[in-house]
């Protein structure tokens, strides 16, 4: 799945939230709303180019809607990171985070249970 653009997935997000939207739906939601409406309706159609979004057309006025769950894009964006900076290695980014995020006792502590807890359920 192809990544996105930082403003693609902000629009994705909006999106996947509201389920569908028109252009000035998703301009009201935005962090900038002075966001140009031209630029938000050009995002949408790169993502439509792309197989992120469809559309129901109304005469000239189009309502989106996400085609890619957010689910499936999350776990392919999760494989891209695992594979391109972690060598393919849950260790060395479990690793990473406690490292460099500076996880709390109780963080890495609820880790360790999720980790427990999947392997009681292998077993």
Do not use: C
């Amino acid at each position: 799945m192809e990544r996105l653009t930082q403003k693609e997935e902000s629009i994705m997000q909006i999106l996947w939230k509201l389920q569908k939207a028109f252009i000035h739906d998703i301009k009201k939601q935005l962090p900038d709303p002075e966001t140009p409406y031209n630029t938000v309706s050009s995002l949408v159609r790169v993502l439509e180019k792309k197989g992120f979004v469809g559309y129901k057309a109304y005469g000239k006025t189009h309502e989106y809607f996400p085609l890619i769950k957010q689910s499936d894009y999350l776990k392919s964006t999760f494989k891209g990171l695992l594979t391109g900076y972690f060598n393919n290695s849950y260790e060395s980014m479990v690793s990473f985070m406690v490292k460099e995020e500076n996880l709390s006792d109780e963080e890495i502590k609820r880790l360790q249970a999720i980790i427990d807890e999947n392997l009681k359920d292998e077993e």
